[in-house]
C-alpha cells in the first residue's frame, strides 16, 4: 500500500472540465467572422466527419444528444401505444423522449458487472407492442448490442458516451439502427451541447432531418410534411466538435493514462469497486465509474462523496436508477422493482476525469480518496 499523504488539494478539482484549447476558440472566432451562425458548412462537415468515423452511411447534426434520441424515435413512427424497452441506469432523457411521444419506457434490470442493459431481460419483455430498444452505453463500455439487433426490433443505442467505442471489433455508430451522440460540454467530444445521430436507413435519416427543421421547398415556397422540432446545430457549436474530433486520439490517451492510475490505486480499496470493461472492447473511457460497498469500505456511497468534496474533490453520479426518480414513480406506479439497478444507484460514484486534468490532478484524487478510504475503514 502506498503510503498515505496527509497533503488537501488547495484549489476545487471540478470533476469534468472541458479541455478546450486555443484551436477551438480560433475555430469559433472564424465561424462568427464567416457570417455563418446557424446550421452551414461547419455542421455539414461534422456529419460528414462522424459518418466517417462510425463507418455510417449518414449522420445527423442535432442540437443535442436528448434530440438524437427523440428524433430518431419520433423518425421511426414511434407513438401512443408502443413501447420501448431501455435502461434504468441512464441520464432521464433517455426515457424522456419516450414519454414525450407517447409512447411507453419499459425498464428492464441492468448486468451487475457494467449496469449496461441485461439483454436476456431485455428480449423477455418483448411483447408485440415493442418498437424499438434503447440500450445506453455506460461510460462508454458498449452495450451487448449483438443480441439487441438479433430480434430484428430497431435497436437505438444511446451512446452519449461512446463516441469513439467499438463493440467486438465495430465501431459503435455502425451497428444499431440508429446511434445516438451528445456532445454536451462534459462528453468525449465536447461543443458545449450538439448531438448526432448515425444510421445506414436512408429513409430514418430523411425524415430525422425534416423533423429537425422546416423542410424548405423549392423556390420562394415553404411545405412541410411532419410538425418539426428546432433542433438544428448551429455552425458556432459545429466548429468547435470539429476541433474536439481532432483530438479525439490525444484525449483518449490522457483518459487511458488517468484510467490505469485509477485502476491500480482501487485495487488497493477494499470496498470500492470501477464498473468491468470488456477486454474484447474499446471503451471510450468517459467515465470512471467506481462502486462502493458501504460495509466493506466503511461508509456509504454520499458519505464518500461529501468527504472528497471536502478534500476539494469534485465527483458526480451516473447514474440514479430513473424508473425511481418521482416522475416516473408517479407516472409509471406498476413498474416492478429492478433490483441490480436499485443497489447501483445507492452505490455508483464517478471520479474525476477528462483530458483537461493533468496527471498531478489525478494524483490529487487518487490521494484523496486512499485519506478518505483509510479515514473510513480506520
Ligand atoms: C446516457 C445519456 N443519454 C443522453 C444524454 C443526453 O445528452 P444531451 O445532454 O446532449 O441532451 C446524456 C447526457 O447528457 C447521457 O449521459
Redesign the pocket.
Known amino acids: 500500500m502506498q503510503k498515505l499523504s496527509s497533503r488537501r488539494r488547495t484549489s476545487f478539482l471540478s470533476f469534468q472540465p472541458p479541455a478546450i484549447g486555443p484551436e477551438e476558440i480560433a475555430a469559433v472566432t472564424d465561424t462568427l467572422a464567416s457570417g455563418w451562425l446557424t446550421s452551414g458548412p461547419r455542421a455539414a462537415e461534422l456529419e460528414a466527419r462522424v459518418a466517417e468515423l462510425t463507418g455510417a452511411r449518414h449522420g445527423v447534426a442535432l442540437a443535442?444528444?436528448?434530440?438524437?434520441?427523440h428524433l430518431s424515435l419520433a423518425g421511426l413512427g414511434i407513438g401512443p401505444g408502443d413501447e420501448v424497452i431501455t435502461s434504468p441506469i441512464?441520464?432521464p432523457?433517455?426515457g424522456n423522449v419516450v414519454v414525450h411521444l407517447g409512447a411507453r419506457p419499459v425498464f428492464v434490470d441492468v448486468r451487475d458487472e457494467d449496469l449496461n442493459i441485461d439483454p436476456t431481460l431485455a428480449i423477455a419483455a418483448i411483447t408485440p407492442r415493442t418498437k424499438a430498444i434503447m440500450p445506453?452505453d455506460?461510460a462508454g463500455q458498449p452495450a451487448d448490442l449483438d443480441p439487441l439487433v438479433a430480434t430484428g426490433i430497431p435497436v437505438v443505442e444511446?451512446a452519449?458516451?461512446a463516441i469513439e467505442a467499438e463493440y467486438r471489433g465495430r465501431k459503435v455508430g455502425s451497428i444499431a439502427h440508429a446511434t445516438?451522440f451528445?456532445?454536451?460540454a462534459?462528453?468525449n467530444v465536447a461543443a458545449g451541447?450538439?448531438?448526432m445521430v448515425t444510421t445506414d436507413d436512408d429513409d430514418l435519416a430523411t425524415s430525422i432531418r425534416e423533423y429537425r427543421l422546416m423542410r424548405r421547398g423549392d423556390g420562394s415556397l415553404y411545405d412541410i410534411r411532419v410538425a418539426g422540432f428546432k433542433a438544428n446545430l448551429s455552425d458556432i457549436h459545429a466548429a468547435i466538435a470539429l476541433c474536439q474530433l481532432d483530438k479525439l486520439e490525444r484525449h483518449a490517451e490522457i483518459r487511458r493514462r488517468h484510467v490505469e492510475a485509477y485502476d491500480a490505486a482501487v485495487e488497493e480499496l477494499p470496498g470500492i469497486t470501477p464498473l468491468a470493461r470488456d477486454p474484447r472492447d474499446r471503451h471510450s473511457l468517459h467515465l470512471y465509474v467506481v462502486r462502493i460497498d458501504a460495509e466493506v469500505a466503511g461508509a456509504d456511497r454520499d458519505a464518500y462523496q461529501r468527504a472528497l468534496a471536502e478534500e476539494n474533490i469534485g465527483t458526480s453520479i451516473?447514474?440514479l436508477p430513473v424508473h425511481r426518480l418521482t416522475y416516473y414513480r408517479e407516472r409509471f406506479p406498476d413498474q416492478p422493482p429492478l433490483p441490480i439497478a436499485e443497489q447501483a444507484g445507492t452505490e455508483v460514484l464517478s471520479l474525476p476525469l477528462s483530458p483537461a486534468h493533468s496527471d498531478g490532478d489525478i494524483a490529487d484524487a487518487i490521494d484523496a480518496l486512499r485519506r478518505v478510504h483509510a479515514a473510513f475503514t480506520r
Open positions: 443535442s444528444g436528448t434530440a438524437a434520441l441512464t441520464w432523457a433517455t445506453v455506460l444511446d452519449a458516451h445516438c451528445s456532445l454536451y462534459t462528453k451541447e450538439g448531438g451516473h447514474f
